[in-house]
T-cell receptor, first 109, second 118 residues
Framework: TQLLEQSPQFLSIQEGENLTVYCNSS?????LQWYRQEPGEGPVLLVT?????EVKKLKRLTFQFGDARKDSSLHITAAQPGDTGLYLC?????????FGKGTKLSVKP | NAGVMQNPRHLVRRRGQEARLRCSPM?????VYWYRQLPEEGLKFMVY????????ESGMPKERFSAEFPKEGPSILRIQQVVRGDSAAYFC????????????????FGQGTRLTVV
């Protein structure tokens, strides 16, 4: 059974700080996706990483896919209150995606 | 172009009643996926449907839960004889016919239905 473990589960930081959240598995994934979910809303796709070692940047967000395609990280530079939310990683195939439990990020002004 | 529409947004049912959750996919999308999110838990896959067909229901509980996606109209997730443990947020996602959601393509989520069983 494929599992995705996310850490930390909760993270509370001040505006302007940097942070990294992790998504780990003992299984190889052909690709991983990162989503952000705000309270009362559905998840919104941020990025898909496909190639081992791949790095993708989305403004202040940097996503990395591990060389072995078993793990991924999300780094946020100079966090802002608008970054507050639940960050989920997901992987899988054939319409049946596996999601991690997420990292709940709170950025205080 | 409207996104994935789910209704109702909030649903309260007493134990033993039936709950019907509706999902209208994005225009032109023919793949629909249902997920359940329990408090402090990640999203759990329930079922994947195409028009008039259930493709993968490996995440559906064996009893009381059913799903359909008729030729006309929205997809329906039906929960019979609800129990307190069914309280959760239920999300629907859709993807276009040429782009099965494989983890390398995008599916779009609705805002969810929050079911509370009292």
């Amino acid at each position: 059974t494929q599992l995705l473990e996310q850490s930390p589960q909760f993270l509370s930081i001040q505006e302007g700080e940097n942070l990294t959240v992790y998504c780990n598995s003992s299984s190889v994934f052909s690709s991983l996706q990162w989503y952000r979910q705000e309270p009362g809303e559905g998840p919104v796709l941020l990025v898909t990483v496909v190639t081992g070692g791949e790095v993708k940047k989305l403004k202040r967000l940097t996503f990395q896919f591990g060389d072995a395609r078993k793990d991924s990280s999300l780094h946020i530079t100079a966090a802002q209150p608008g970054d507050t939310g639940l960050y989920l990683c997901a992987g899988g195939s054939q319409g049946n995606l596996i999601f991690g439990k997420g990292t709940k990020l709170s950025v205080k002004p | 172009n409207a996104g994935v529409m789910q209704n109702p947004r909030h649903l309260v049912r007493r134990r033993g009643q039936e709950a019907r959750l509706r999902c209208s996919p994005m225009k032109g999308h023919s793949h629909v996926y249902w997920y359940r999110q329990l408090p402090e838990e990640g999203l759990k896959f329930m079922v994947y449907l195409q028009k008039e067909n259930i493709i993968d229901e490996s995440g559906m509980p064996k009893e009381r839960f059913s799903a359909e996606f008729p030729k006309e109209g929205p997809s329906i997730l039906r929960i019979q004889q609800v129990v307190r443990g069914d309280s959760a947020a239920y999300f629907c996602a859709s993807s276009p016919p040429s782009r099965l959601w494989t983890g390398n393509t995008e599916a779009f989520f609705g805002q969810g239905t929050r079911l509370t069983v009292v």
